[in-house]
């Protein structure tokens, strides 16, 4: 990978870091999907009891649009190979629910991750999908926040984004963050209350709700690669991006902050075997392995849930695979032994299926 920067020790990161990542991945075991099929959802430990199980008609949503023309994709590209059917998800509905309408007056905003803005060109969450979203004339946009900052600064950010977006008072927002821009956007609803209210609905996908291990113990890995490396890529911003996810911090952050009672919360989360783990991920998948074999090179399960929320599911996919394409700019880094793409458009479509339908539900009166 070219490096920015005239530093010559900063440009040494980048194969020192894969040296290291190919000494520690070659003692680690990975796990097999089997043995990953065969566990059971995970949820915050010490955290509130989390929220419906919605992984059932998630699978059906996302299944019906993996497979458009009524033949489902089979090998890797199938339903059960690109989601995790664990041991305790619940039996889909009888008879199967159809697939739902997207919901009319709904604003979509999607929230870039850390050090997101340091590559925009493939670093716009589901930008494929919201182009195409967008031009059909759907309310959707990517809000792109400080990849180097704490969750104060790109708070701010999302409620410039709000404000700039003139929603419609009589529109529902709908909020989407990837990785670290889901905490960024649990701090926009603290401090703009006045937006706040008018938001329906937040997903976290890949979010590391509960901090992430490696922010406590990978200062080089966030310090010499990110702060280095990309230090001309992007801007410096506040340089609070670890310290704002150190998991002492988030947790105490949930328990000083209780989330505002009228917003749907839905939690999406991902984790892989080696064979869809990027190069660059392979070294941060072994130091959280020591945890939870079950994370996508950054955050474990446990950790990607809001308290309370819907679980939509378990995404087979790595960090950067599961919301980015970074294939282009960074091919070594990001390459695979499978040669397979996650969906990501299907999965865009999916989470706005599953989310418009459960607002709409919630409108309904009780029986």
Not at 83 to 92: I, M, R, S, V
Not at 339 to 351: E, G, I, Q, V
Request: charged share 20%.
């Amino acid at each position: 990978m070219a490096v920015a920067g005239d530093n010559p020790p900063a440009r040494r990161v980048p194969s020192l870091l894969l040296l290291a990542s190919a000494a520690l991945a070659g003692c680690v075991s990975y796990p097999t999907p089997s043995e990953l099929r065969a566990t059971v959802a995970a949820y915050p430990s010490g955290a509130p009891l989390p929220g419906e199980d919605g992984r059932a008609r998630f699978r059906g949503i996302f299944c019906s649009l993996a497979a458009p023309g009524g033949e489902p994709p089979s090998g890797e590209m199938s339903c059960n190979s690109l989601l995790w059917k664990l041991a305790d998800e619940p039996a889909p509905g009888d008879p199967p629910a159809g697939l739902p309408t997207l919901a009319t007056h709904l604003h979509v905003f999607v929230v870039s991750g850390a050090f997101g803005d340091c590559r925009k060109l493939d670093t716009v969450p589901y930008g494929d999908g919201i182009e195409r979203l967008s031009a059909q004339g759907f309310a959707i946009q990517p809000v792109m926040v400080s990849g180097r900052s704490g969750v104060e600064r790109n708070a701010q950010q999302i409620a410039d984004a709000v404000r700039a977006a003139h929603v419609p008072v009589d529109d529902r927002i709908v909020l989407i963050g990837y990785s670290k821009g889901a905490v960024d956007i649990l701090q926009f609803l603290l401090d703009y209350p006045d937006y706040e209210r008018q938001v329906a609905a937040v997903v976290s996908v890949a979010g590391p709700i509960m901090g992430s291990p490696l922010a406590s113990t990978a200062d080089w890995w966030y310090g010499e690669l990110f702060s280095k490396s990309f230090s001309s890529m992007c801007d410096p911003g506040d340089g609070r991006v670890v310290e704002s996810l150190l998991p002492e911090k988030r947790k105490q952050w949930l328990v000083d902050h209780p989330l505002p009672a009228h917003i749907r919360y839905f939690s999406l989360a991902s984790f892989t075997t080696r064979k869809h783990l990027g190069r660059g991920l392979t070294m941060t998948w072994a130091m959280l392995a020591d945890d939870d074999i079950r994370n996508d090179g950054q955050v474990l399960v446990e950790d990607a849930v809001i308290p309370g929320s819907v679980l939509l599911g378990y995404a087979n996919a790595d960090h950067w695979d599961v919301a980015i394409s970074i294939d282009k700019q960074m091919p070594y880094l990001s390459a695979r032994p499978s040669k397979r793409h996650f969906p990501r458009d299907t999965l865009l479509d999916a989470m706005l299926l599953y989310v418009s339908e459960a607002l709409d539900s919630s409108r309904q009166p009780a029986p």
